[in-house]
């Protein structure tokens, strides 16, 4: 069963429009979300991260947004540029699972358009 | 300060070979993990070691096997290769203290 769900494989925007990347997650021991950036033939990168304590983080033109209610984050990209292209993946870690485990989505390849 | 690192870059095996992929980082983490990303799929855990002298299973084991052979360095073996193999391997790390992993360059690996 997929646990994290990202059911949007592409999505496109202008230079300068905001992309907004959607996740769902159906396991309640989730605690702790991330994203991760993906270019072509690189590893996947760190970009940010929220705890279930919250319901938003900010880390410049990135934010994401957690709806523990609904299982469902959502990260924001304001104004987005064209380096922004890339496969983004959601990931989830549960309170008490042993090294850290993460479970990831499918992944979004985000395209902006110039 | 090289972070995640994977050898080789790319291989291509026929069926029924072995090989080792190597992984080694220089963070002083604890815990390390081998993913396989396939289309549409995501990354899948492989196997992760937790601390040193410690593996475990994780999603998609069947077909490999792992050692922990010292704190740095996480190998990932494929005894007899076959084509569901096929796919590109990444090696990540991460620390006692929080969730983020920080991932190798990763290993296209190609079974005929």
């Known amino acids: 069963d997929q646990q994290v769900k990202q059911n949007s494989p592409s999505l496109s925007v202008q230079e300068g429009r905001i992309s907004i990347l959607n996740c769902d997650y159906t396991?309640?021991?989730?605690?702790?979300f991330l994203w991760y950036k993906k270019y072509p033939a690189e590893g996947p990168t760190f970009l940010i991260s929220i705890s279930s304590i919250k319901d938003k983080n900010e880390d410049g033109r990135f934010t994401v947004f957690l709806n523990k209610s609904a299982k469902h984050l959502s990260l924001h990209i304001v104004p987005s540029q064209p380096g922004d292209s890339a496969v983004y993946f959601c990931?989830?870690?549960?309170?008490?699972?042993?090294?850290?485990?993460?479970?990831f989505g499918e992944g979004t390849q985000l395209t902006v358009n110039p | 300060n090289a972070g995640v690192t994977q050898t080789p870059k790319f291989q291509v095996l026929k069926t029924g070979q072995s090989m080792t992929l190597q992984c080694a980082q220089d963070?002083?983490?604890?815990?390390m993990y081998w993913y396989r990303q396939d289309p549409g799929m995501g990354l899948r855990l492989i196997y992760y070691?937790?601390?040193?002298?410690?593996?475990d299973k994780g999603e998609v084991p069947n077909g490999y096997n792992v050692s922990r052979l010292n704190k740095r360095e996480f190998s990932l073996r494929l005894e007899s290769a076959a084509p569901s193999q096929t796919s590109v391997y990444f090696c990540a790390s991460s620390s006692s203290g929080g969730p983020e992993q920080f991932f190798g360059p990763g290993t296209r690996l190609t079974v005929l």
């Open positions: 070691s937790a601390s040193e002298g410690t593996t």
């Open positions: 396991n309640s021991m989730f605690d702790y």
């Open positions: 963070m002083n983490h604890n815990s």
């Open positions: 990931a989830a870690s549960a309170v008490g699972t042993s090294g850290s485990r993460l479970t």
